[in-house]
């Protein structure tokens, strides 16, 4: 994605701003300003080593080899990433980044992390030591059963999506090693570079919803907002040659998205599911490739939202047969520490860092679940109009 954007929107600015969705989890009181303060001056510290960016040059990624080209990894091993701005506003904290996009993009997941793990360690520090073994042995015990569960369908393909709002670090590195150990050639591989790398496994992902939401912000005219989800793919596909073909259709509502495609992207390989109901949306994009000329069998859908074991095993047993099945698990693999301290303070919560303006201009993202929607009122109205989104069914905002 940073990539794409380096050669594409390069001198874009942007603001990023954190958005904590659960506001019943008082950040600011959990966590101390001044630690939150240290670990962001230190992220701002980082750059690649030689280790990392030699595996990044050389490595096989999606079985193309040297997919990172020589000017942006030139580029990347010289980041450091922008300033942030930081204050407390009740009990919440206001974290912002601004500066050009390829820059400022790169601190959502890090910033995630961080703030997830913080809130991690304020309720740990209350705990003992035979309380902590005995936390984290009940924590293993829960994802096993997880995982023994998913080997009652030996073809269920799963990834690690966990990274932006795991339980910490060294928790999501013991889950994808639980993961590979259990699942075998069935996990697929990890969003997380590093542990990728560490484990030698395969660095799996897909784009996100910045990309159109920035370029539609960018948009002129209605007419060119219209076009902007689908410039950003032919951007997509230029920069790649060909690979990385997983569309994301629902920044501006799947179903008019897909009415309005260009025929080329139908040849792609296939879709993410990310919001509102799965089976609906899985259902319209086998209606859309059968529409298209395309056989759906030979298709990938990624389910991403909100997965749990359960809500995995169902809809893989929905769509076996009828289209590839995988899934993107994150936050209730690599975080789910519910039911396991007093007053449940370990849950998961929803907590996610966006993309707010682009070019002095404000950002929308509609989605297929309005209470992810986000944006100025008046400018959510108007992409309503543009997108021809009508009514939707509101979902709850699992994680």
Request: hydrophobic fraction near 40%; charged fraction near 30%; aromatic fraction near 10%.
């Amino acid at each position: 994605m940073c990539q794409s954007v380096f050669h594409n929107r390069r001198d874009v600015k942007v603001t990023f701003s954190l958005i904590n969705r659960s506001k019943h989890v008082p950040l600011a009181k959990l966590i101390d300003e001044g630690e939150l303060r240290e670990q962001l001056d230190h992220i701002r510290s980082l750059s690649l080593t030689r280790g990392e960016s030699t595996w990044l040059r050389g490595n096989t990624f999606y079985g193309k080899r040297q997919m990172f080209r020589s000017d942006f990894m030139e580029w990347f091993e010289n980041l450091r990433l922008p300033p942030y701005f930081l204050e407390r506003v009740g009990d919440q904290y206001e974290l912002t980044f601004e500066g050009s996009w390829p820059e400022v993009m790169l601190w959502e997941i890090p910033a995630l992390a961080v703030l997830m793990e913080l809130r991690s360690r304020a309720v740990l520090n209350d705990m003992k030591k035979f309380e902590l073994q005995v936390l984290y042995a009940r924590a293993a015990t829960k994802l096993w059963e997880k995982i023994e569960r998913l080997r009652e369908q030996p073809g269920v393909k799963i990834a690690d999506f966990g990274t932006r709002r795991r339980h910490s670090f060294l928790w999501q590195d013991w889950c994808v090693q639980a993961m590979t150990e259990g699942l075998g050639e069935n996990f697929t591989g990890t969003s997380n570079c590093l542990i990728a790398k560490n484990r030698d496994l395969e660095a799996i992902g897909t784009n996100a919803h910045e990309l159109p939401m920035v370029y539609a912000a960018l948009a002129q005219d209605d007419a060119a907002l219209a076009r902007a989800p689908y410039d950003v793919l032919a951007d997509w596909h230029q920069e790649h040659e060909g690979n990385l073909r997983i569309i994301l259709p629902d920044t501006y509502g799947t179903e008019g998205f897909l009415e309005r495609a260009p025929d080329w992207l139908a040849g792609w390989t296939g879709i993410r599911i990310d919001s509102g109901a799965p089976e609906q949306g899985a259902e319209a994009a086998i209606a859309w490739w059968k529409a298209r000329g395309e056989d759906p069998t030979r298709k990938l859908v990624i389910f991403s939202d909100g997965l749990d074991v359960e809500k995995i095993l169902e809809l893989y047993r929905k769509f076996q047969g009828r289209v590839r099945v995988s899934f993107g698990w994150g936050t209730l693999l690599t975080n789910d520490f519910r039911g396991l301290t007093p007053d449940d303070r370990l849950a998961p919560f929803s907590l996610v860092c966006k993309a707010v303006s682009a070019d002095g201009h404000p950002t929308v993202k509609l989605s297929d679940n309005p209470n992810k929607a986000m944006g100025p009122a008046a400018e959510i109205e108007r992409y309503k109009r543009v997108f021809r989104v009508g009514e939707q069914e509101r979902r709850d905002v699992v994680v």
